[in-house]
């Protein structure tokens, strides 16, 4: 079965960094795109970025890019998503997702990691 | 980037109705169109890829179809496990946009 876990809600303060983990099981995690999806509170989706864990290769959305890292260690098949300088403006929901391509459907998600950026 | 415009943005049916969302690109994303299913405090859930082709396990109810720029997800027989938003999204270029969403309400 396929699995994506995520880390747990985090609260933090304007100007600080986290990453976030999302932990994966259940298939070849280098094979596969892992995408970040943001949710602001009572919005919609947001697309991030993506990165395919064999080789590290990554996209991001323009209006991210510089703002967030993708990573990921293929020894332990997680991916990461590393903010620094965290604003109001990040507080939401960060979803993984799983997809077999770059611009494919993601198939898989995780559960969702609530950040809150609050001084 | 590529916008999707969906619409409408909420809406309100029986069970047992026939439901059609729509979603327009600002430029043409065939076979690269997909909708997800959210349900509050849920991750979002693939329903449709490719357009048309039905995700493994999603009720037959569910129906992708379009081509070009226009899309539309419909939901055959609403039933009441179906309140949720709805999403469109396009992978034919990044960033994988989404659509504003639709609500659905099963009354």
């Known amino acids: 079965e396929v699995q994506l876990v995520q880390s747990g809600s985090e609260v933090k303060k304007p100007g600080e960094s986290l990453k976030i983990s999302c932990k994966t099981s259940?298939?070849?995690?280098?094979?596969?795109?892992i995408g970040w999806v943001r949710q602001e509170p009572g919005k919609g989706l947001e697309w991030m970025g993506i990165i395919y864990p064999d080789d590290s290769d990554t996209e991001y959305s323009p209006s991210l890019k510089g703002l967030v890292t993708l990573s990921a260690d293929k020894a332990t098949s997680t991916a990461f998503l590393h903010f620094t300088n965290l604003q109001a403006s990040d507080t939401a929901i960060y979803y993984c997702a799983r997809s077999p391509l770059a611009g494919d459907a993601l198939d898989s998600w995780g559960q969702g990691t609530f950040v809150t950026v609050s001084s | 980037d590529v916008q999707m415009t969906q619409s409408p943005s909420s809406l309100s049916a029986s069970v047992g109705d026939r439901v059609s969302i729509t979603c327009r690109a600002s430029?043409?994303?065939?076979?690269?169109v997909n909708w997800y299913q959210q349900k509050p405090g849920k991750a979002p859930s693939l329903l449709i890829y490719?357009?048309?082709r039905l995700q493994s396990g999603v009720p037959s109810r569910f129906s992708g179809s379009g081509s070009g720029t226009d899309f539309t997800l419909t939901i055959n027989s609403l039933q009441p496990e179906d309140s949720a938003t709805y999403y469109c999204q396009q992978g034919y270029i990044t960033p994988g946009t989404f659509g504003q969403g639709t609500r659905v309400e099963v009354k």
């Open positions: 259940g298939y070849i995690f280098a094979k596969y795109w």
């Open positions: 430029q043409t994303v065939t076979r690269h």
């Open positions: 490719a357009d048309v």
